[in-house]
């Protein structure tokens, strides 16, 4: 038994209310539930309940044990002391108040249907990724689709919150923000961090007073990297330590070094290499006066994998690393990866100028963005197909990620409308 299987019974009223009485002999009415607080506080707020014939407004609070009530400071906390109703599975030990009144308590034990707590518990019992699947079809399709759309909003308004966390750092600069959030997705999941932490050690500003010269944006960003080697023949090598040398010393540089270490090559392919990446993004810095301006005035994925798809310059396509020649031409930023840009920067990125600008069309272009992209590829999304759920484009497969992966691993069963489906009282 746990808090979540009894708020779940509480919220939705599946336990007997044939004379309900609390455990001190009140007669109780439950006239309204409340709503339901994720935040520090009771369980749930501006509850309702007759007892005895009187009508309290308050707070609810859930434990498994009545102890709990103690265990968890509840007595010292003045945030509790609006509790009209206590409600638990067992009962092992009067809770008071501060002034020493008691706190009335709803025992549930007793009157939750076995069925209900059966099924809760065959469904946690299932160690599989999606726990609901061999019940998975008996659930109707409305209220699969219903939670397709609510998962997938939920995965794009929490990638949005970063980006406003990062845009109130940035002094809500937009195109800062946005060569941040871009810049750090050129890192593709392994090196997300360094190039996080190279584009916020080279400001955009400074970016965009070199964009007639690659080089130079190369050695801004290869120089800070600290990738550069310290003793190498290589006339490109010694060309990039010179400009650097120079472009650090001017825009105060020298102290904002990144170690090598901080850069991943492992279980990495040598294109996916970020000495590649990073060539490639310096070119789309050149590329793009603004890069906000750039992405918001893009209608269609299309038009964004274009601008994606970068060429990075020609010592890049003939390495993988410095000093090192490659047997064959180096590829360029390809079509997945681009894909990939669009899916993890690009949508969320209008999803939070949406909700921050008050701007619903922006979040209709990123909904059509991802209708307009493949699906992604992998075991979850298999898994989901084999269920019966449609996995065509890059808007399914976001929305089955995140339905696994915030629900189904976290075995979340009660907040989905699926899982809540199979347990609640036939």
């Known amino acids: 038994m746990n808090e979540d299987f009894m708020s779940f019974v509480w919220r939705y009223q599946y336990f007997s209310s044939v004379s309900l009485r609390s455990e001190t002999g009140e007669t109780l009415q439950i006239l309204r539930t409340g709503h339901r607080n994720t935040d520090a506080g009771p369980d749930f707020s501006e509850a309702r309940i007759l007892l005895d014939g009187m009508e309290w407004a308050g707070s609810v609070e859930l434990h498994v044990k009545s102890s709990d009530w103690e265990g968890h400071h509840h007595p010292t906390d003045p945030a509790y002391e609006g509790v009209i109703l206590h409600v638990v599975w067992e009962d092992d030990r009067p809770v008071r108040r501060r002034d020493n009144t008691f706190v009335p308590t709803l025992v549930l034990n007793s009157r939750v249907p076995e069925g209900v707590r059966s099924r809760y518990e065959q469904l946690m019992g299932k160690d599989k990724a999606i726990p609901c699947s061999a019940q998975f079809q008996d659930i109707a399709r409305l209220s699969k689709i219903t939670m397709l759309d609510r998962v997938l909003l939920e995965r794009l308004d929490t990638r949005a919150e970063r980006i406003r966390q990062l845009w109130e750092s940035n002094n809500r600069d937009w195109e800062e923000t946005a060569y941040q959030w871009l810049g750090q997705h050129f890192g593709f999941r392994l090196n997300t961090p360094a190039f996080l932490r190279l584009s916020q050690l080279v400001p955009l500003k400074t970016i965009q007073k070199h964009r007639t010269s690659l080089p130079q944006i190369e050695a801004l960003l290869f120089g800070t990297s600290g990738l550069i080697p310290t003793d190498s023949p290589d006339s490109y090598v010694q060309h990039l330590q010179k400009e650097y040398a120079f472009l650090a010393r001017k825009y105060g540089l020298e102290d904002r070094q990144m170690g090598g270490h901080e850069w991943k090559f492992l279980r990495l392919r040598p294109a996916g290499f970020p000495t590649v990446r990073l060539a490639q993004w310096a070119v789309l810095l050149q590329q793009q ?120 691993a976290q075995k979340r069963c009660l907040e989905c409308t699926v899982g809540a489906a199979l347990v609640r009282p036939a």
């Open 289 to 408: 006066s603004g890069l906000f301006a750039s992405l918001t005035s893009m209608e269609s994925a299309a038009d964004l994998s274009r601008m994606f798809r970068v060429t990075q310059s020609d010592y890049w396509q003939k390495h993988y690393q410095f000093g090192k020649e490659a047997a064959a031409k180096v590829p360029t930023l390809g079509k997945d990866a681009a894909e990939l840009l669009i899916i993890n920067a690009a949508v969320p990125l209008m999803v939070a100028v949406a909700r921050l600008r008050d701007q619903p069309q922006y979040l209709d272009r990123a909904i059509r963005w991802l209708e307009q992209l493949p699906a992604e590829k992998n075991q979850i999304t298999r898994s989901w197909a084999q269920l019966g759920m449609r996995v065509h484009t890059a808007f399914d497969s976001q929305a089955l990620l995140e339905w696994q992966g915030r629900y189904c």
